[in-house]
């Protein structure tokens, strides 16, 4: 027997919407207050739709409603939260905010007076929880990537693979878009980092966005996620993403008490068994981006008989880089494009699909090559969905010829 009507259960929507916002402004800003207005406004609009399609599963429906109003509540006042908290309200909100957002199709045709079939509303929610165990878990990938020098009209997909009969490549674990937060704890990012130090690469580059707004309130969280990355001080190089500017200090410290070598708009040079590198690291900007990029290679100038590496958070900045002035750039920031279709064998994603940004894997420009890593949290969108992420060793082959 029902005992919540679909007008109750509006009218809780509604005043946890309000409760929610109020506090927003009131304990955090008017910006986040806004964020989640626009958010839960809109999940809100959906779930009070498709409401009468799940009466028979009503009580699990409403605690799963409770538990995203409970999330984003607590984000008035943001803190890693403890693994309890994680298991029984902020996964299952995140898991019920995406499958109600992939069911706005169906909410809007409902809408319209035409009751569909609860099979049809539960394939969103169904593919949400595909995208929550893709947002859990990242597989263990090697790639090969092949500086073939060819110019290229770009910047488009480029073909990689491993040459015949090369030298020994430069090895490169890339971690990138951590996200320290609900679906990224202080565990599960330390074991990625141990699992790049076991790899025993030439270099580990941290191409930004360590954080998001629950792991920003205490600096011990970073600090203790990063770790092991101690063990390989002096090979570990880091650069900026966009939400590492919201607490940069923490950022900054956690690389410090490390070894991780952090370059804001910076160079360091390294030894390594496939020759020498040079790699430059670029601060995140929105704006004047190319002259940025072209004073950071002019200050900078290429050393000769050095691989020249450049991290740079943000792969749509990727064509502003200098001509000539980048072997291999290594980007994160799309988390691969979160949303697509990389899981059924094809590469559209929600961001190619979009813009123009290079969304994920290798990509060409002139004889510039650029490598879009998937990243390993999420953020925006609350979960990866037919976008896994990945942690990978990148097998970097040089094969240009050699200068006349």
């Not at 993403?241 to 607490?247: I, M, T, Y």
């Not at 002019?298 to 064509?319: C, K, Q, S, T, V």
Request: overall charge negative; aromatic content about 8%; hydrophobic content about 45%.
């Amino acid at each position: 027997m029902r005992v919540v009507s679909p007008t109750v259960f509006a009218i809780a929507t509604a005043s946890a919407w309000a409760l929610t916002v109020v506090a927003a402004a009131l304990l955090r800003n008017r910006l986040f207050a806004t964020f989640a207005g626009v958010i839960l406004g809109v999940q809100g609009l959906i779930s009070v739709g498709l409401f009468e399609t799940f009466e028979a599963a009503w009580p699990a429906y409403c605690y799963l409603q409770a538990c995203t109003y409970l999330h984003f509540l607590s984000l008035s006042r943001a803190r890693m939260r403890p693994l309890w908290w994680r298991t029984i309200v902020s996964i299952p909100a995140l898991w019920f905010a995406a499958g109600t957002f992939l069911a706005m199709p169906v909410s809007v045709v409902a809408a319209f007076g035409v009751d569909p079939a609860v099979w049809v509303v539960a394939i969103p929610f169904a593919v949400a929880g595909f995208g929550l165990l893709q947002s859990l878990k990242a597989p263990i990938e090697d790639v090969h990537l092949v500086l073939d020098g060819e110019p290229v009209d770009g910047p488009r997909r480029h073909a990689h693979g491993a040459p015949d009969g090369d030298t020994a490549p430069l090895r490169i674990v890339q971690i990138t878009d951590p996200h320290l937060g609900p679906l990224m704890s202080v565990s599960r990012l330390r074991g990625i980092c141990e699992r790049a130090v076991a790899a025993e690469p030439d270099l580990i580059a941290v191409t930004g966005d360590f954080l998001t707004m629950e792991s920003q309130s205490n600096p011990r969280v970073l600090h203790d996620a990063l770790a092991p990355l101690a063990a390989y001080e002096g090979k570990v190089f880091a650069c900026f993403g966009n939400h590492d500017h919201e607490a940069p200090q923490i950022v900054k410290d956690a690389c410090a008490a490390h070894g991780i070598r952090l370059l804001i708009d910076d160079e360091a040079t390294l030894e390594t068994s496939a020759g020498p590198v040079q790699i430059l690291g670029a601060d995140f900007a929105f704006r004047d981006r190319r002259a940025r990029l072209e004073a950071l290679c002019e200050r900078f100038a290429r050393r000769p008989g050095h691989l020249r590496l450049l991290l740079l958070h943000d792969p749509g900045a990727f064509r502003h880089v200098p001509e000539g002035e980048a072997d291999l750039v290594l980007s994160g920031h799309t988390h691969g494009g979160q949303v697509g279709l990389l899981s059924v064998g094809l590469k559209w994603t929600f961001v190619s699909g979009l813009t123009s940004i290079p969304d994920h894997g290798f990509w060409a420009r002139g004889r510039d090559r650029l490598y879009v890593h998937r990243g390993t949290g999420v953020y925006g969108f609350p979960l990866r969905v037919g976008v896994p992420g990945e942690e990978s060793t990148l097998h970097v082959h040089d094969a240009r010829p050699e200068p006349a």
